[in-house]
């Protein structure tokens, strides 16, 4: 589903990916572990070919943002660029979080990350950074519901990927802090930080697009996690 010019959200195994476009593409999370045949078919029917996809960006390592990495990197010779907390996690070998059970795609990718295959496979991306996509996509850290949490902020049109920062549940748009004490303090100063920037549109990780007053919204959300 085509959500603002050039830029695509495309249900993913668990969460939703998103596609933006450009004479390279860029993809924000894989999705589980499986969704990377529904990836690479938009890349097809938006009439690119797999390796015009050169960057995939990661808001956090959970398995639900993350299962279908070690199949895009491989269709697509494509870089990542994560937190660093995030690539550590990932050349550790480390399961992600959410099923630890499924530990299989996560060998795989830990095969991709092997200290044969140069750290060009991943880099850092600092917080504040500005990547070349349509026009500057700003990464912000978030920590707040993982530490490694960053978000996506793309200034025209004003589009934030939330991640699982903020979700989108029954109309609603929710904050998802972690369990521990310094994840909330971390998620209220993300969400006045985000206010500040006025989006138009919020695309999370799970839930539909939201439009409605976002940042009347995330004040209002910083207040009650405060309370
Ligand atoms: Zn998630």
New binding site residues.
């Given amino acids: 589903m085509q959500v603002a010019p050039g830029v695509y959200a495309i249900r993913a195994v668990s969460?939703t990916a998103y596609l933006i476009g450009g004479v390279e593409l860029t993809l924000v999370d894989t999705g589980g572990p499986g969704s990377a045949r529904r990836i690479l078919s938009w890349i097809r029917r938006l009439e690119h070919s797999p390796r015009d996809l050169t960057r995939v960006l990661l808001t956090h390592v959970?398995l639900?943002?993350v299962g279908a990495l070690p199949a895009m990197l491989e269709a697509t010779g494509a870089r990542v660029m994560a937190h660093p907390d995030a690539l550590r996690r990932i050349r550790g070998g480390e399961v992600p979080r959410g099923e630890r059970g499924l530990s299989s795609t996560w060998a795989a990718l830990r095969h991709l990350f092997a200290p044969v295959r140069p750290l060009a496979v991943g880099e850092p991306i600092a917080d504040g950074a500005v990547l070349p996509v349509l026009g500057g996509l700003e990464a912000i850290w978030t920590g707040g519901h993982s530490p490694d949490h960053v978000v996506y902020f793309l200034a025209q049109p004003r589009l934030l990927f939330s991640g699982?920062l903020l979700q989108v549940g029954r109309g609603h748009l929710q904050a998802v802090p972690g369990a521990a004490p310094a994840d909330r303090t971390q998620t209220v100063a993300a969400l006045r930080r985000l206010a500040g920037l006025d989006p138009l549109v919020v695309l999370a990780?799970?839930g539909p697009p939201y439009r409605d007053n976002i940042a009347l919204r995330l004040v209002r959300l910083a207040e009650i996690l405060e309370e």
Wanted: proline share 0%.
């Fill in positions: 969460s959970d639900d943002h699982d990780g799970h």
